[in-house]
């Protein structure tokens, strides 16, 4: 059981950046999984945005944030951020953060389809919510 608790949610104009941070607790191991960035809107379906293999740093993008967002690891503060740039009205949703359980294969425990499919991950943070106006 993994406990997460995202902040660095707000308001922001159309062309403009955030940064998410994600901060896990309750294990004694923060390595050997992956962790996950997600965002829901009104009427749409999850979808996984960012991925990072904590340890080995691998990462996996949707291809709607690739080259926008990046991912990144604080094995020291047990955190994953995601840093938004370029951010557009269509970036408006609840960002969730999630943790997979320890993987026994590493970073290829898991393709990168499934680095960034909902049903993979175990643990969920509560959620910031993300609104980008025009």
């Known amino acids: 059981q993994v406990h997460l608790v995202e902040s660095g949610g707000g308001s922001v104009q159309s062309g403009g950046s955030l940064r998410l941070s994600c901060a896990a607790s309750?294990?004694?191991?923060?390595?050997?999984?992956?962790m996950g960035w997600f965002r829901q809107s009104p009427g749409k379906e999850r979808e996984g945005i960012a991925s990072?293999?904590?340890?080995?740093?691998?990462?996996h993008y949707h291809d709607r944030v690739l080259g926008r967002f990046t991912i990144v690891q604080d094995i020291a503060k047990q955190t994953i951020d995601l840093q938004m740039d370029r951010l557009t009205p269509e970036d408006t949703a609840m960002y969730t953060c999630?943790?997979?359980?320890?993987?026994?294969?590493?970073?290829?425990?898991?393709?990168?389809?499934?680095?960034?499919?909902?049903?993979?991950?175990?643990?969920w943070g509560q959620g910031t919510q993300v609104t980008v106006s025009r």
């Open positions: 990072i293999y904590v340890g080995s740093g691998r990462t």
């Open positions: 999630a943790a997979t359980e320890p993987l026994p294969w590493g970073p290829a425990s898991f393709n990168a389809l499934q680095a960034l499919q909902a049903s993979r991950y175990s643990d």
């Open positions: 309750g294990i004694p191991t923060f390595r050997g999984r992956y």
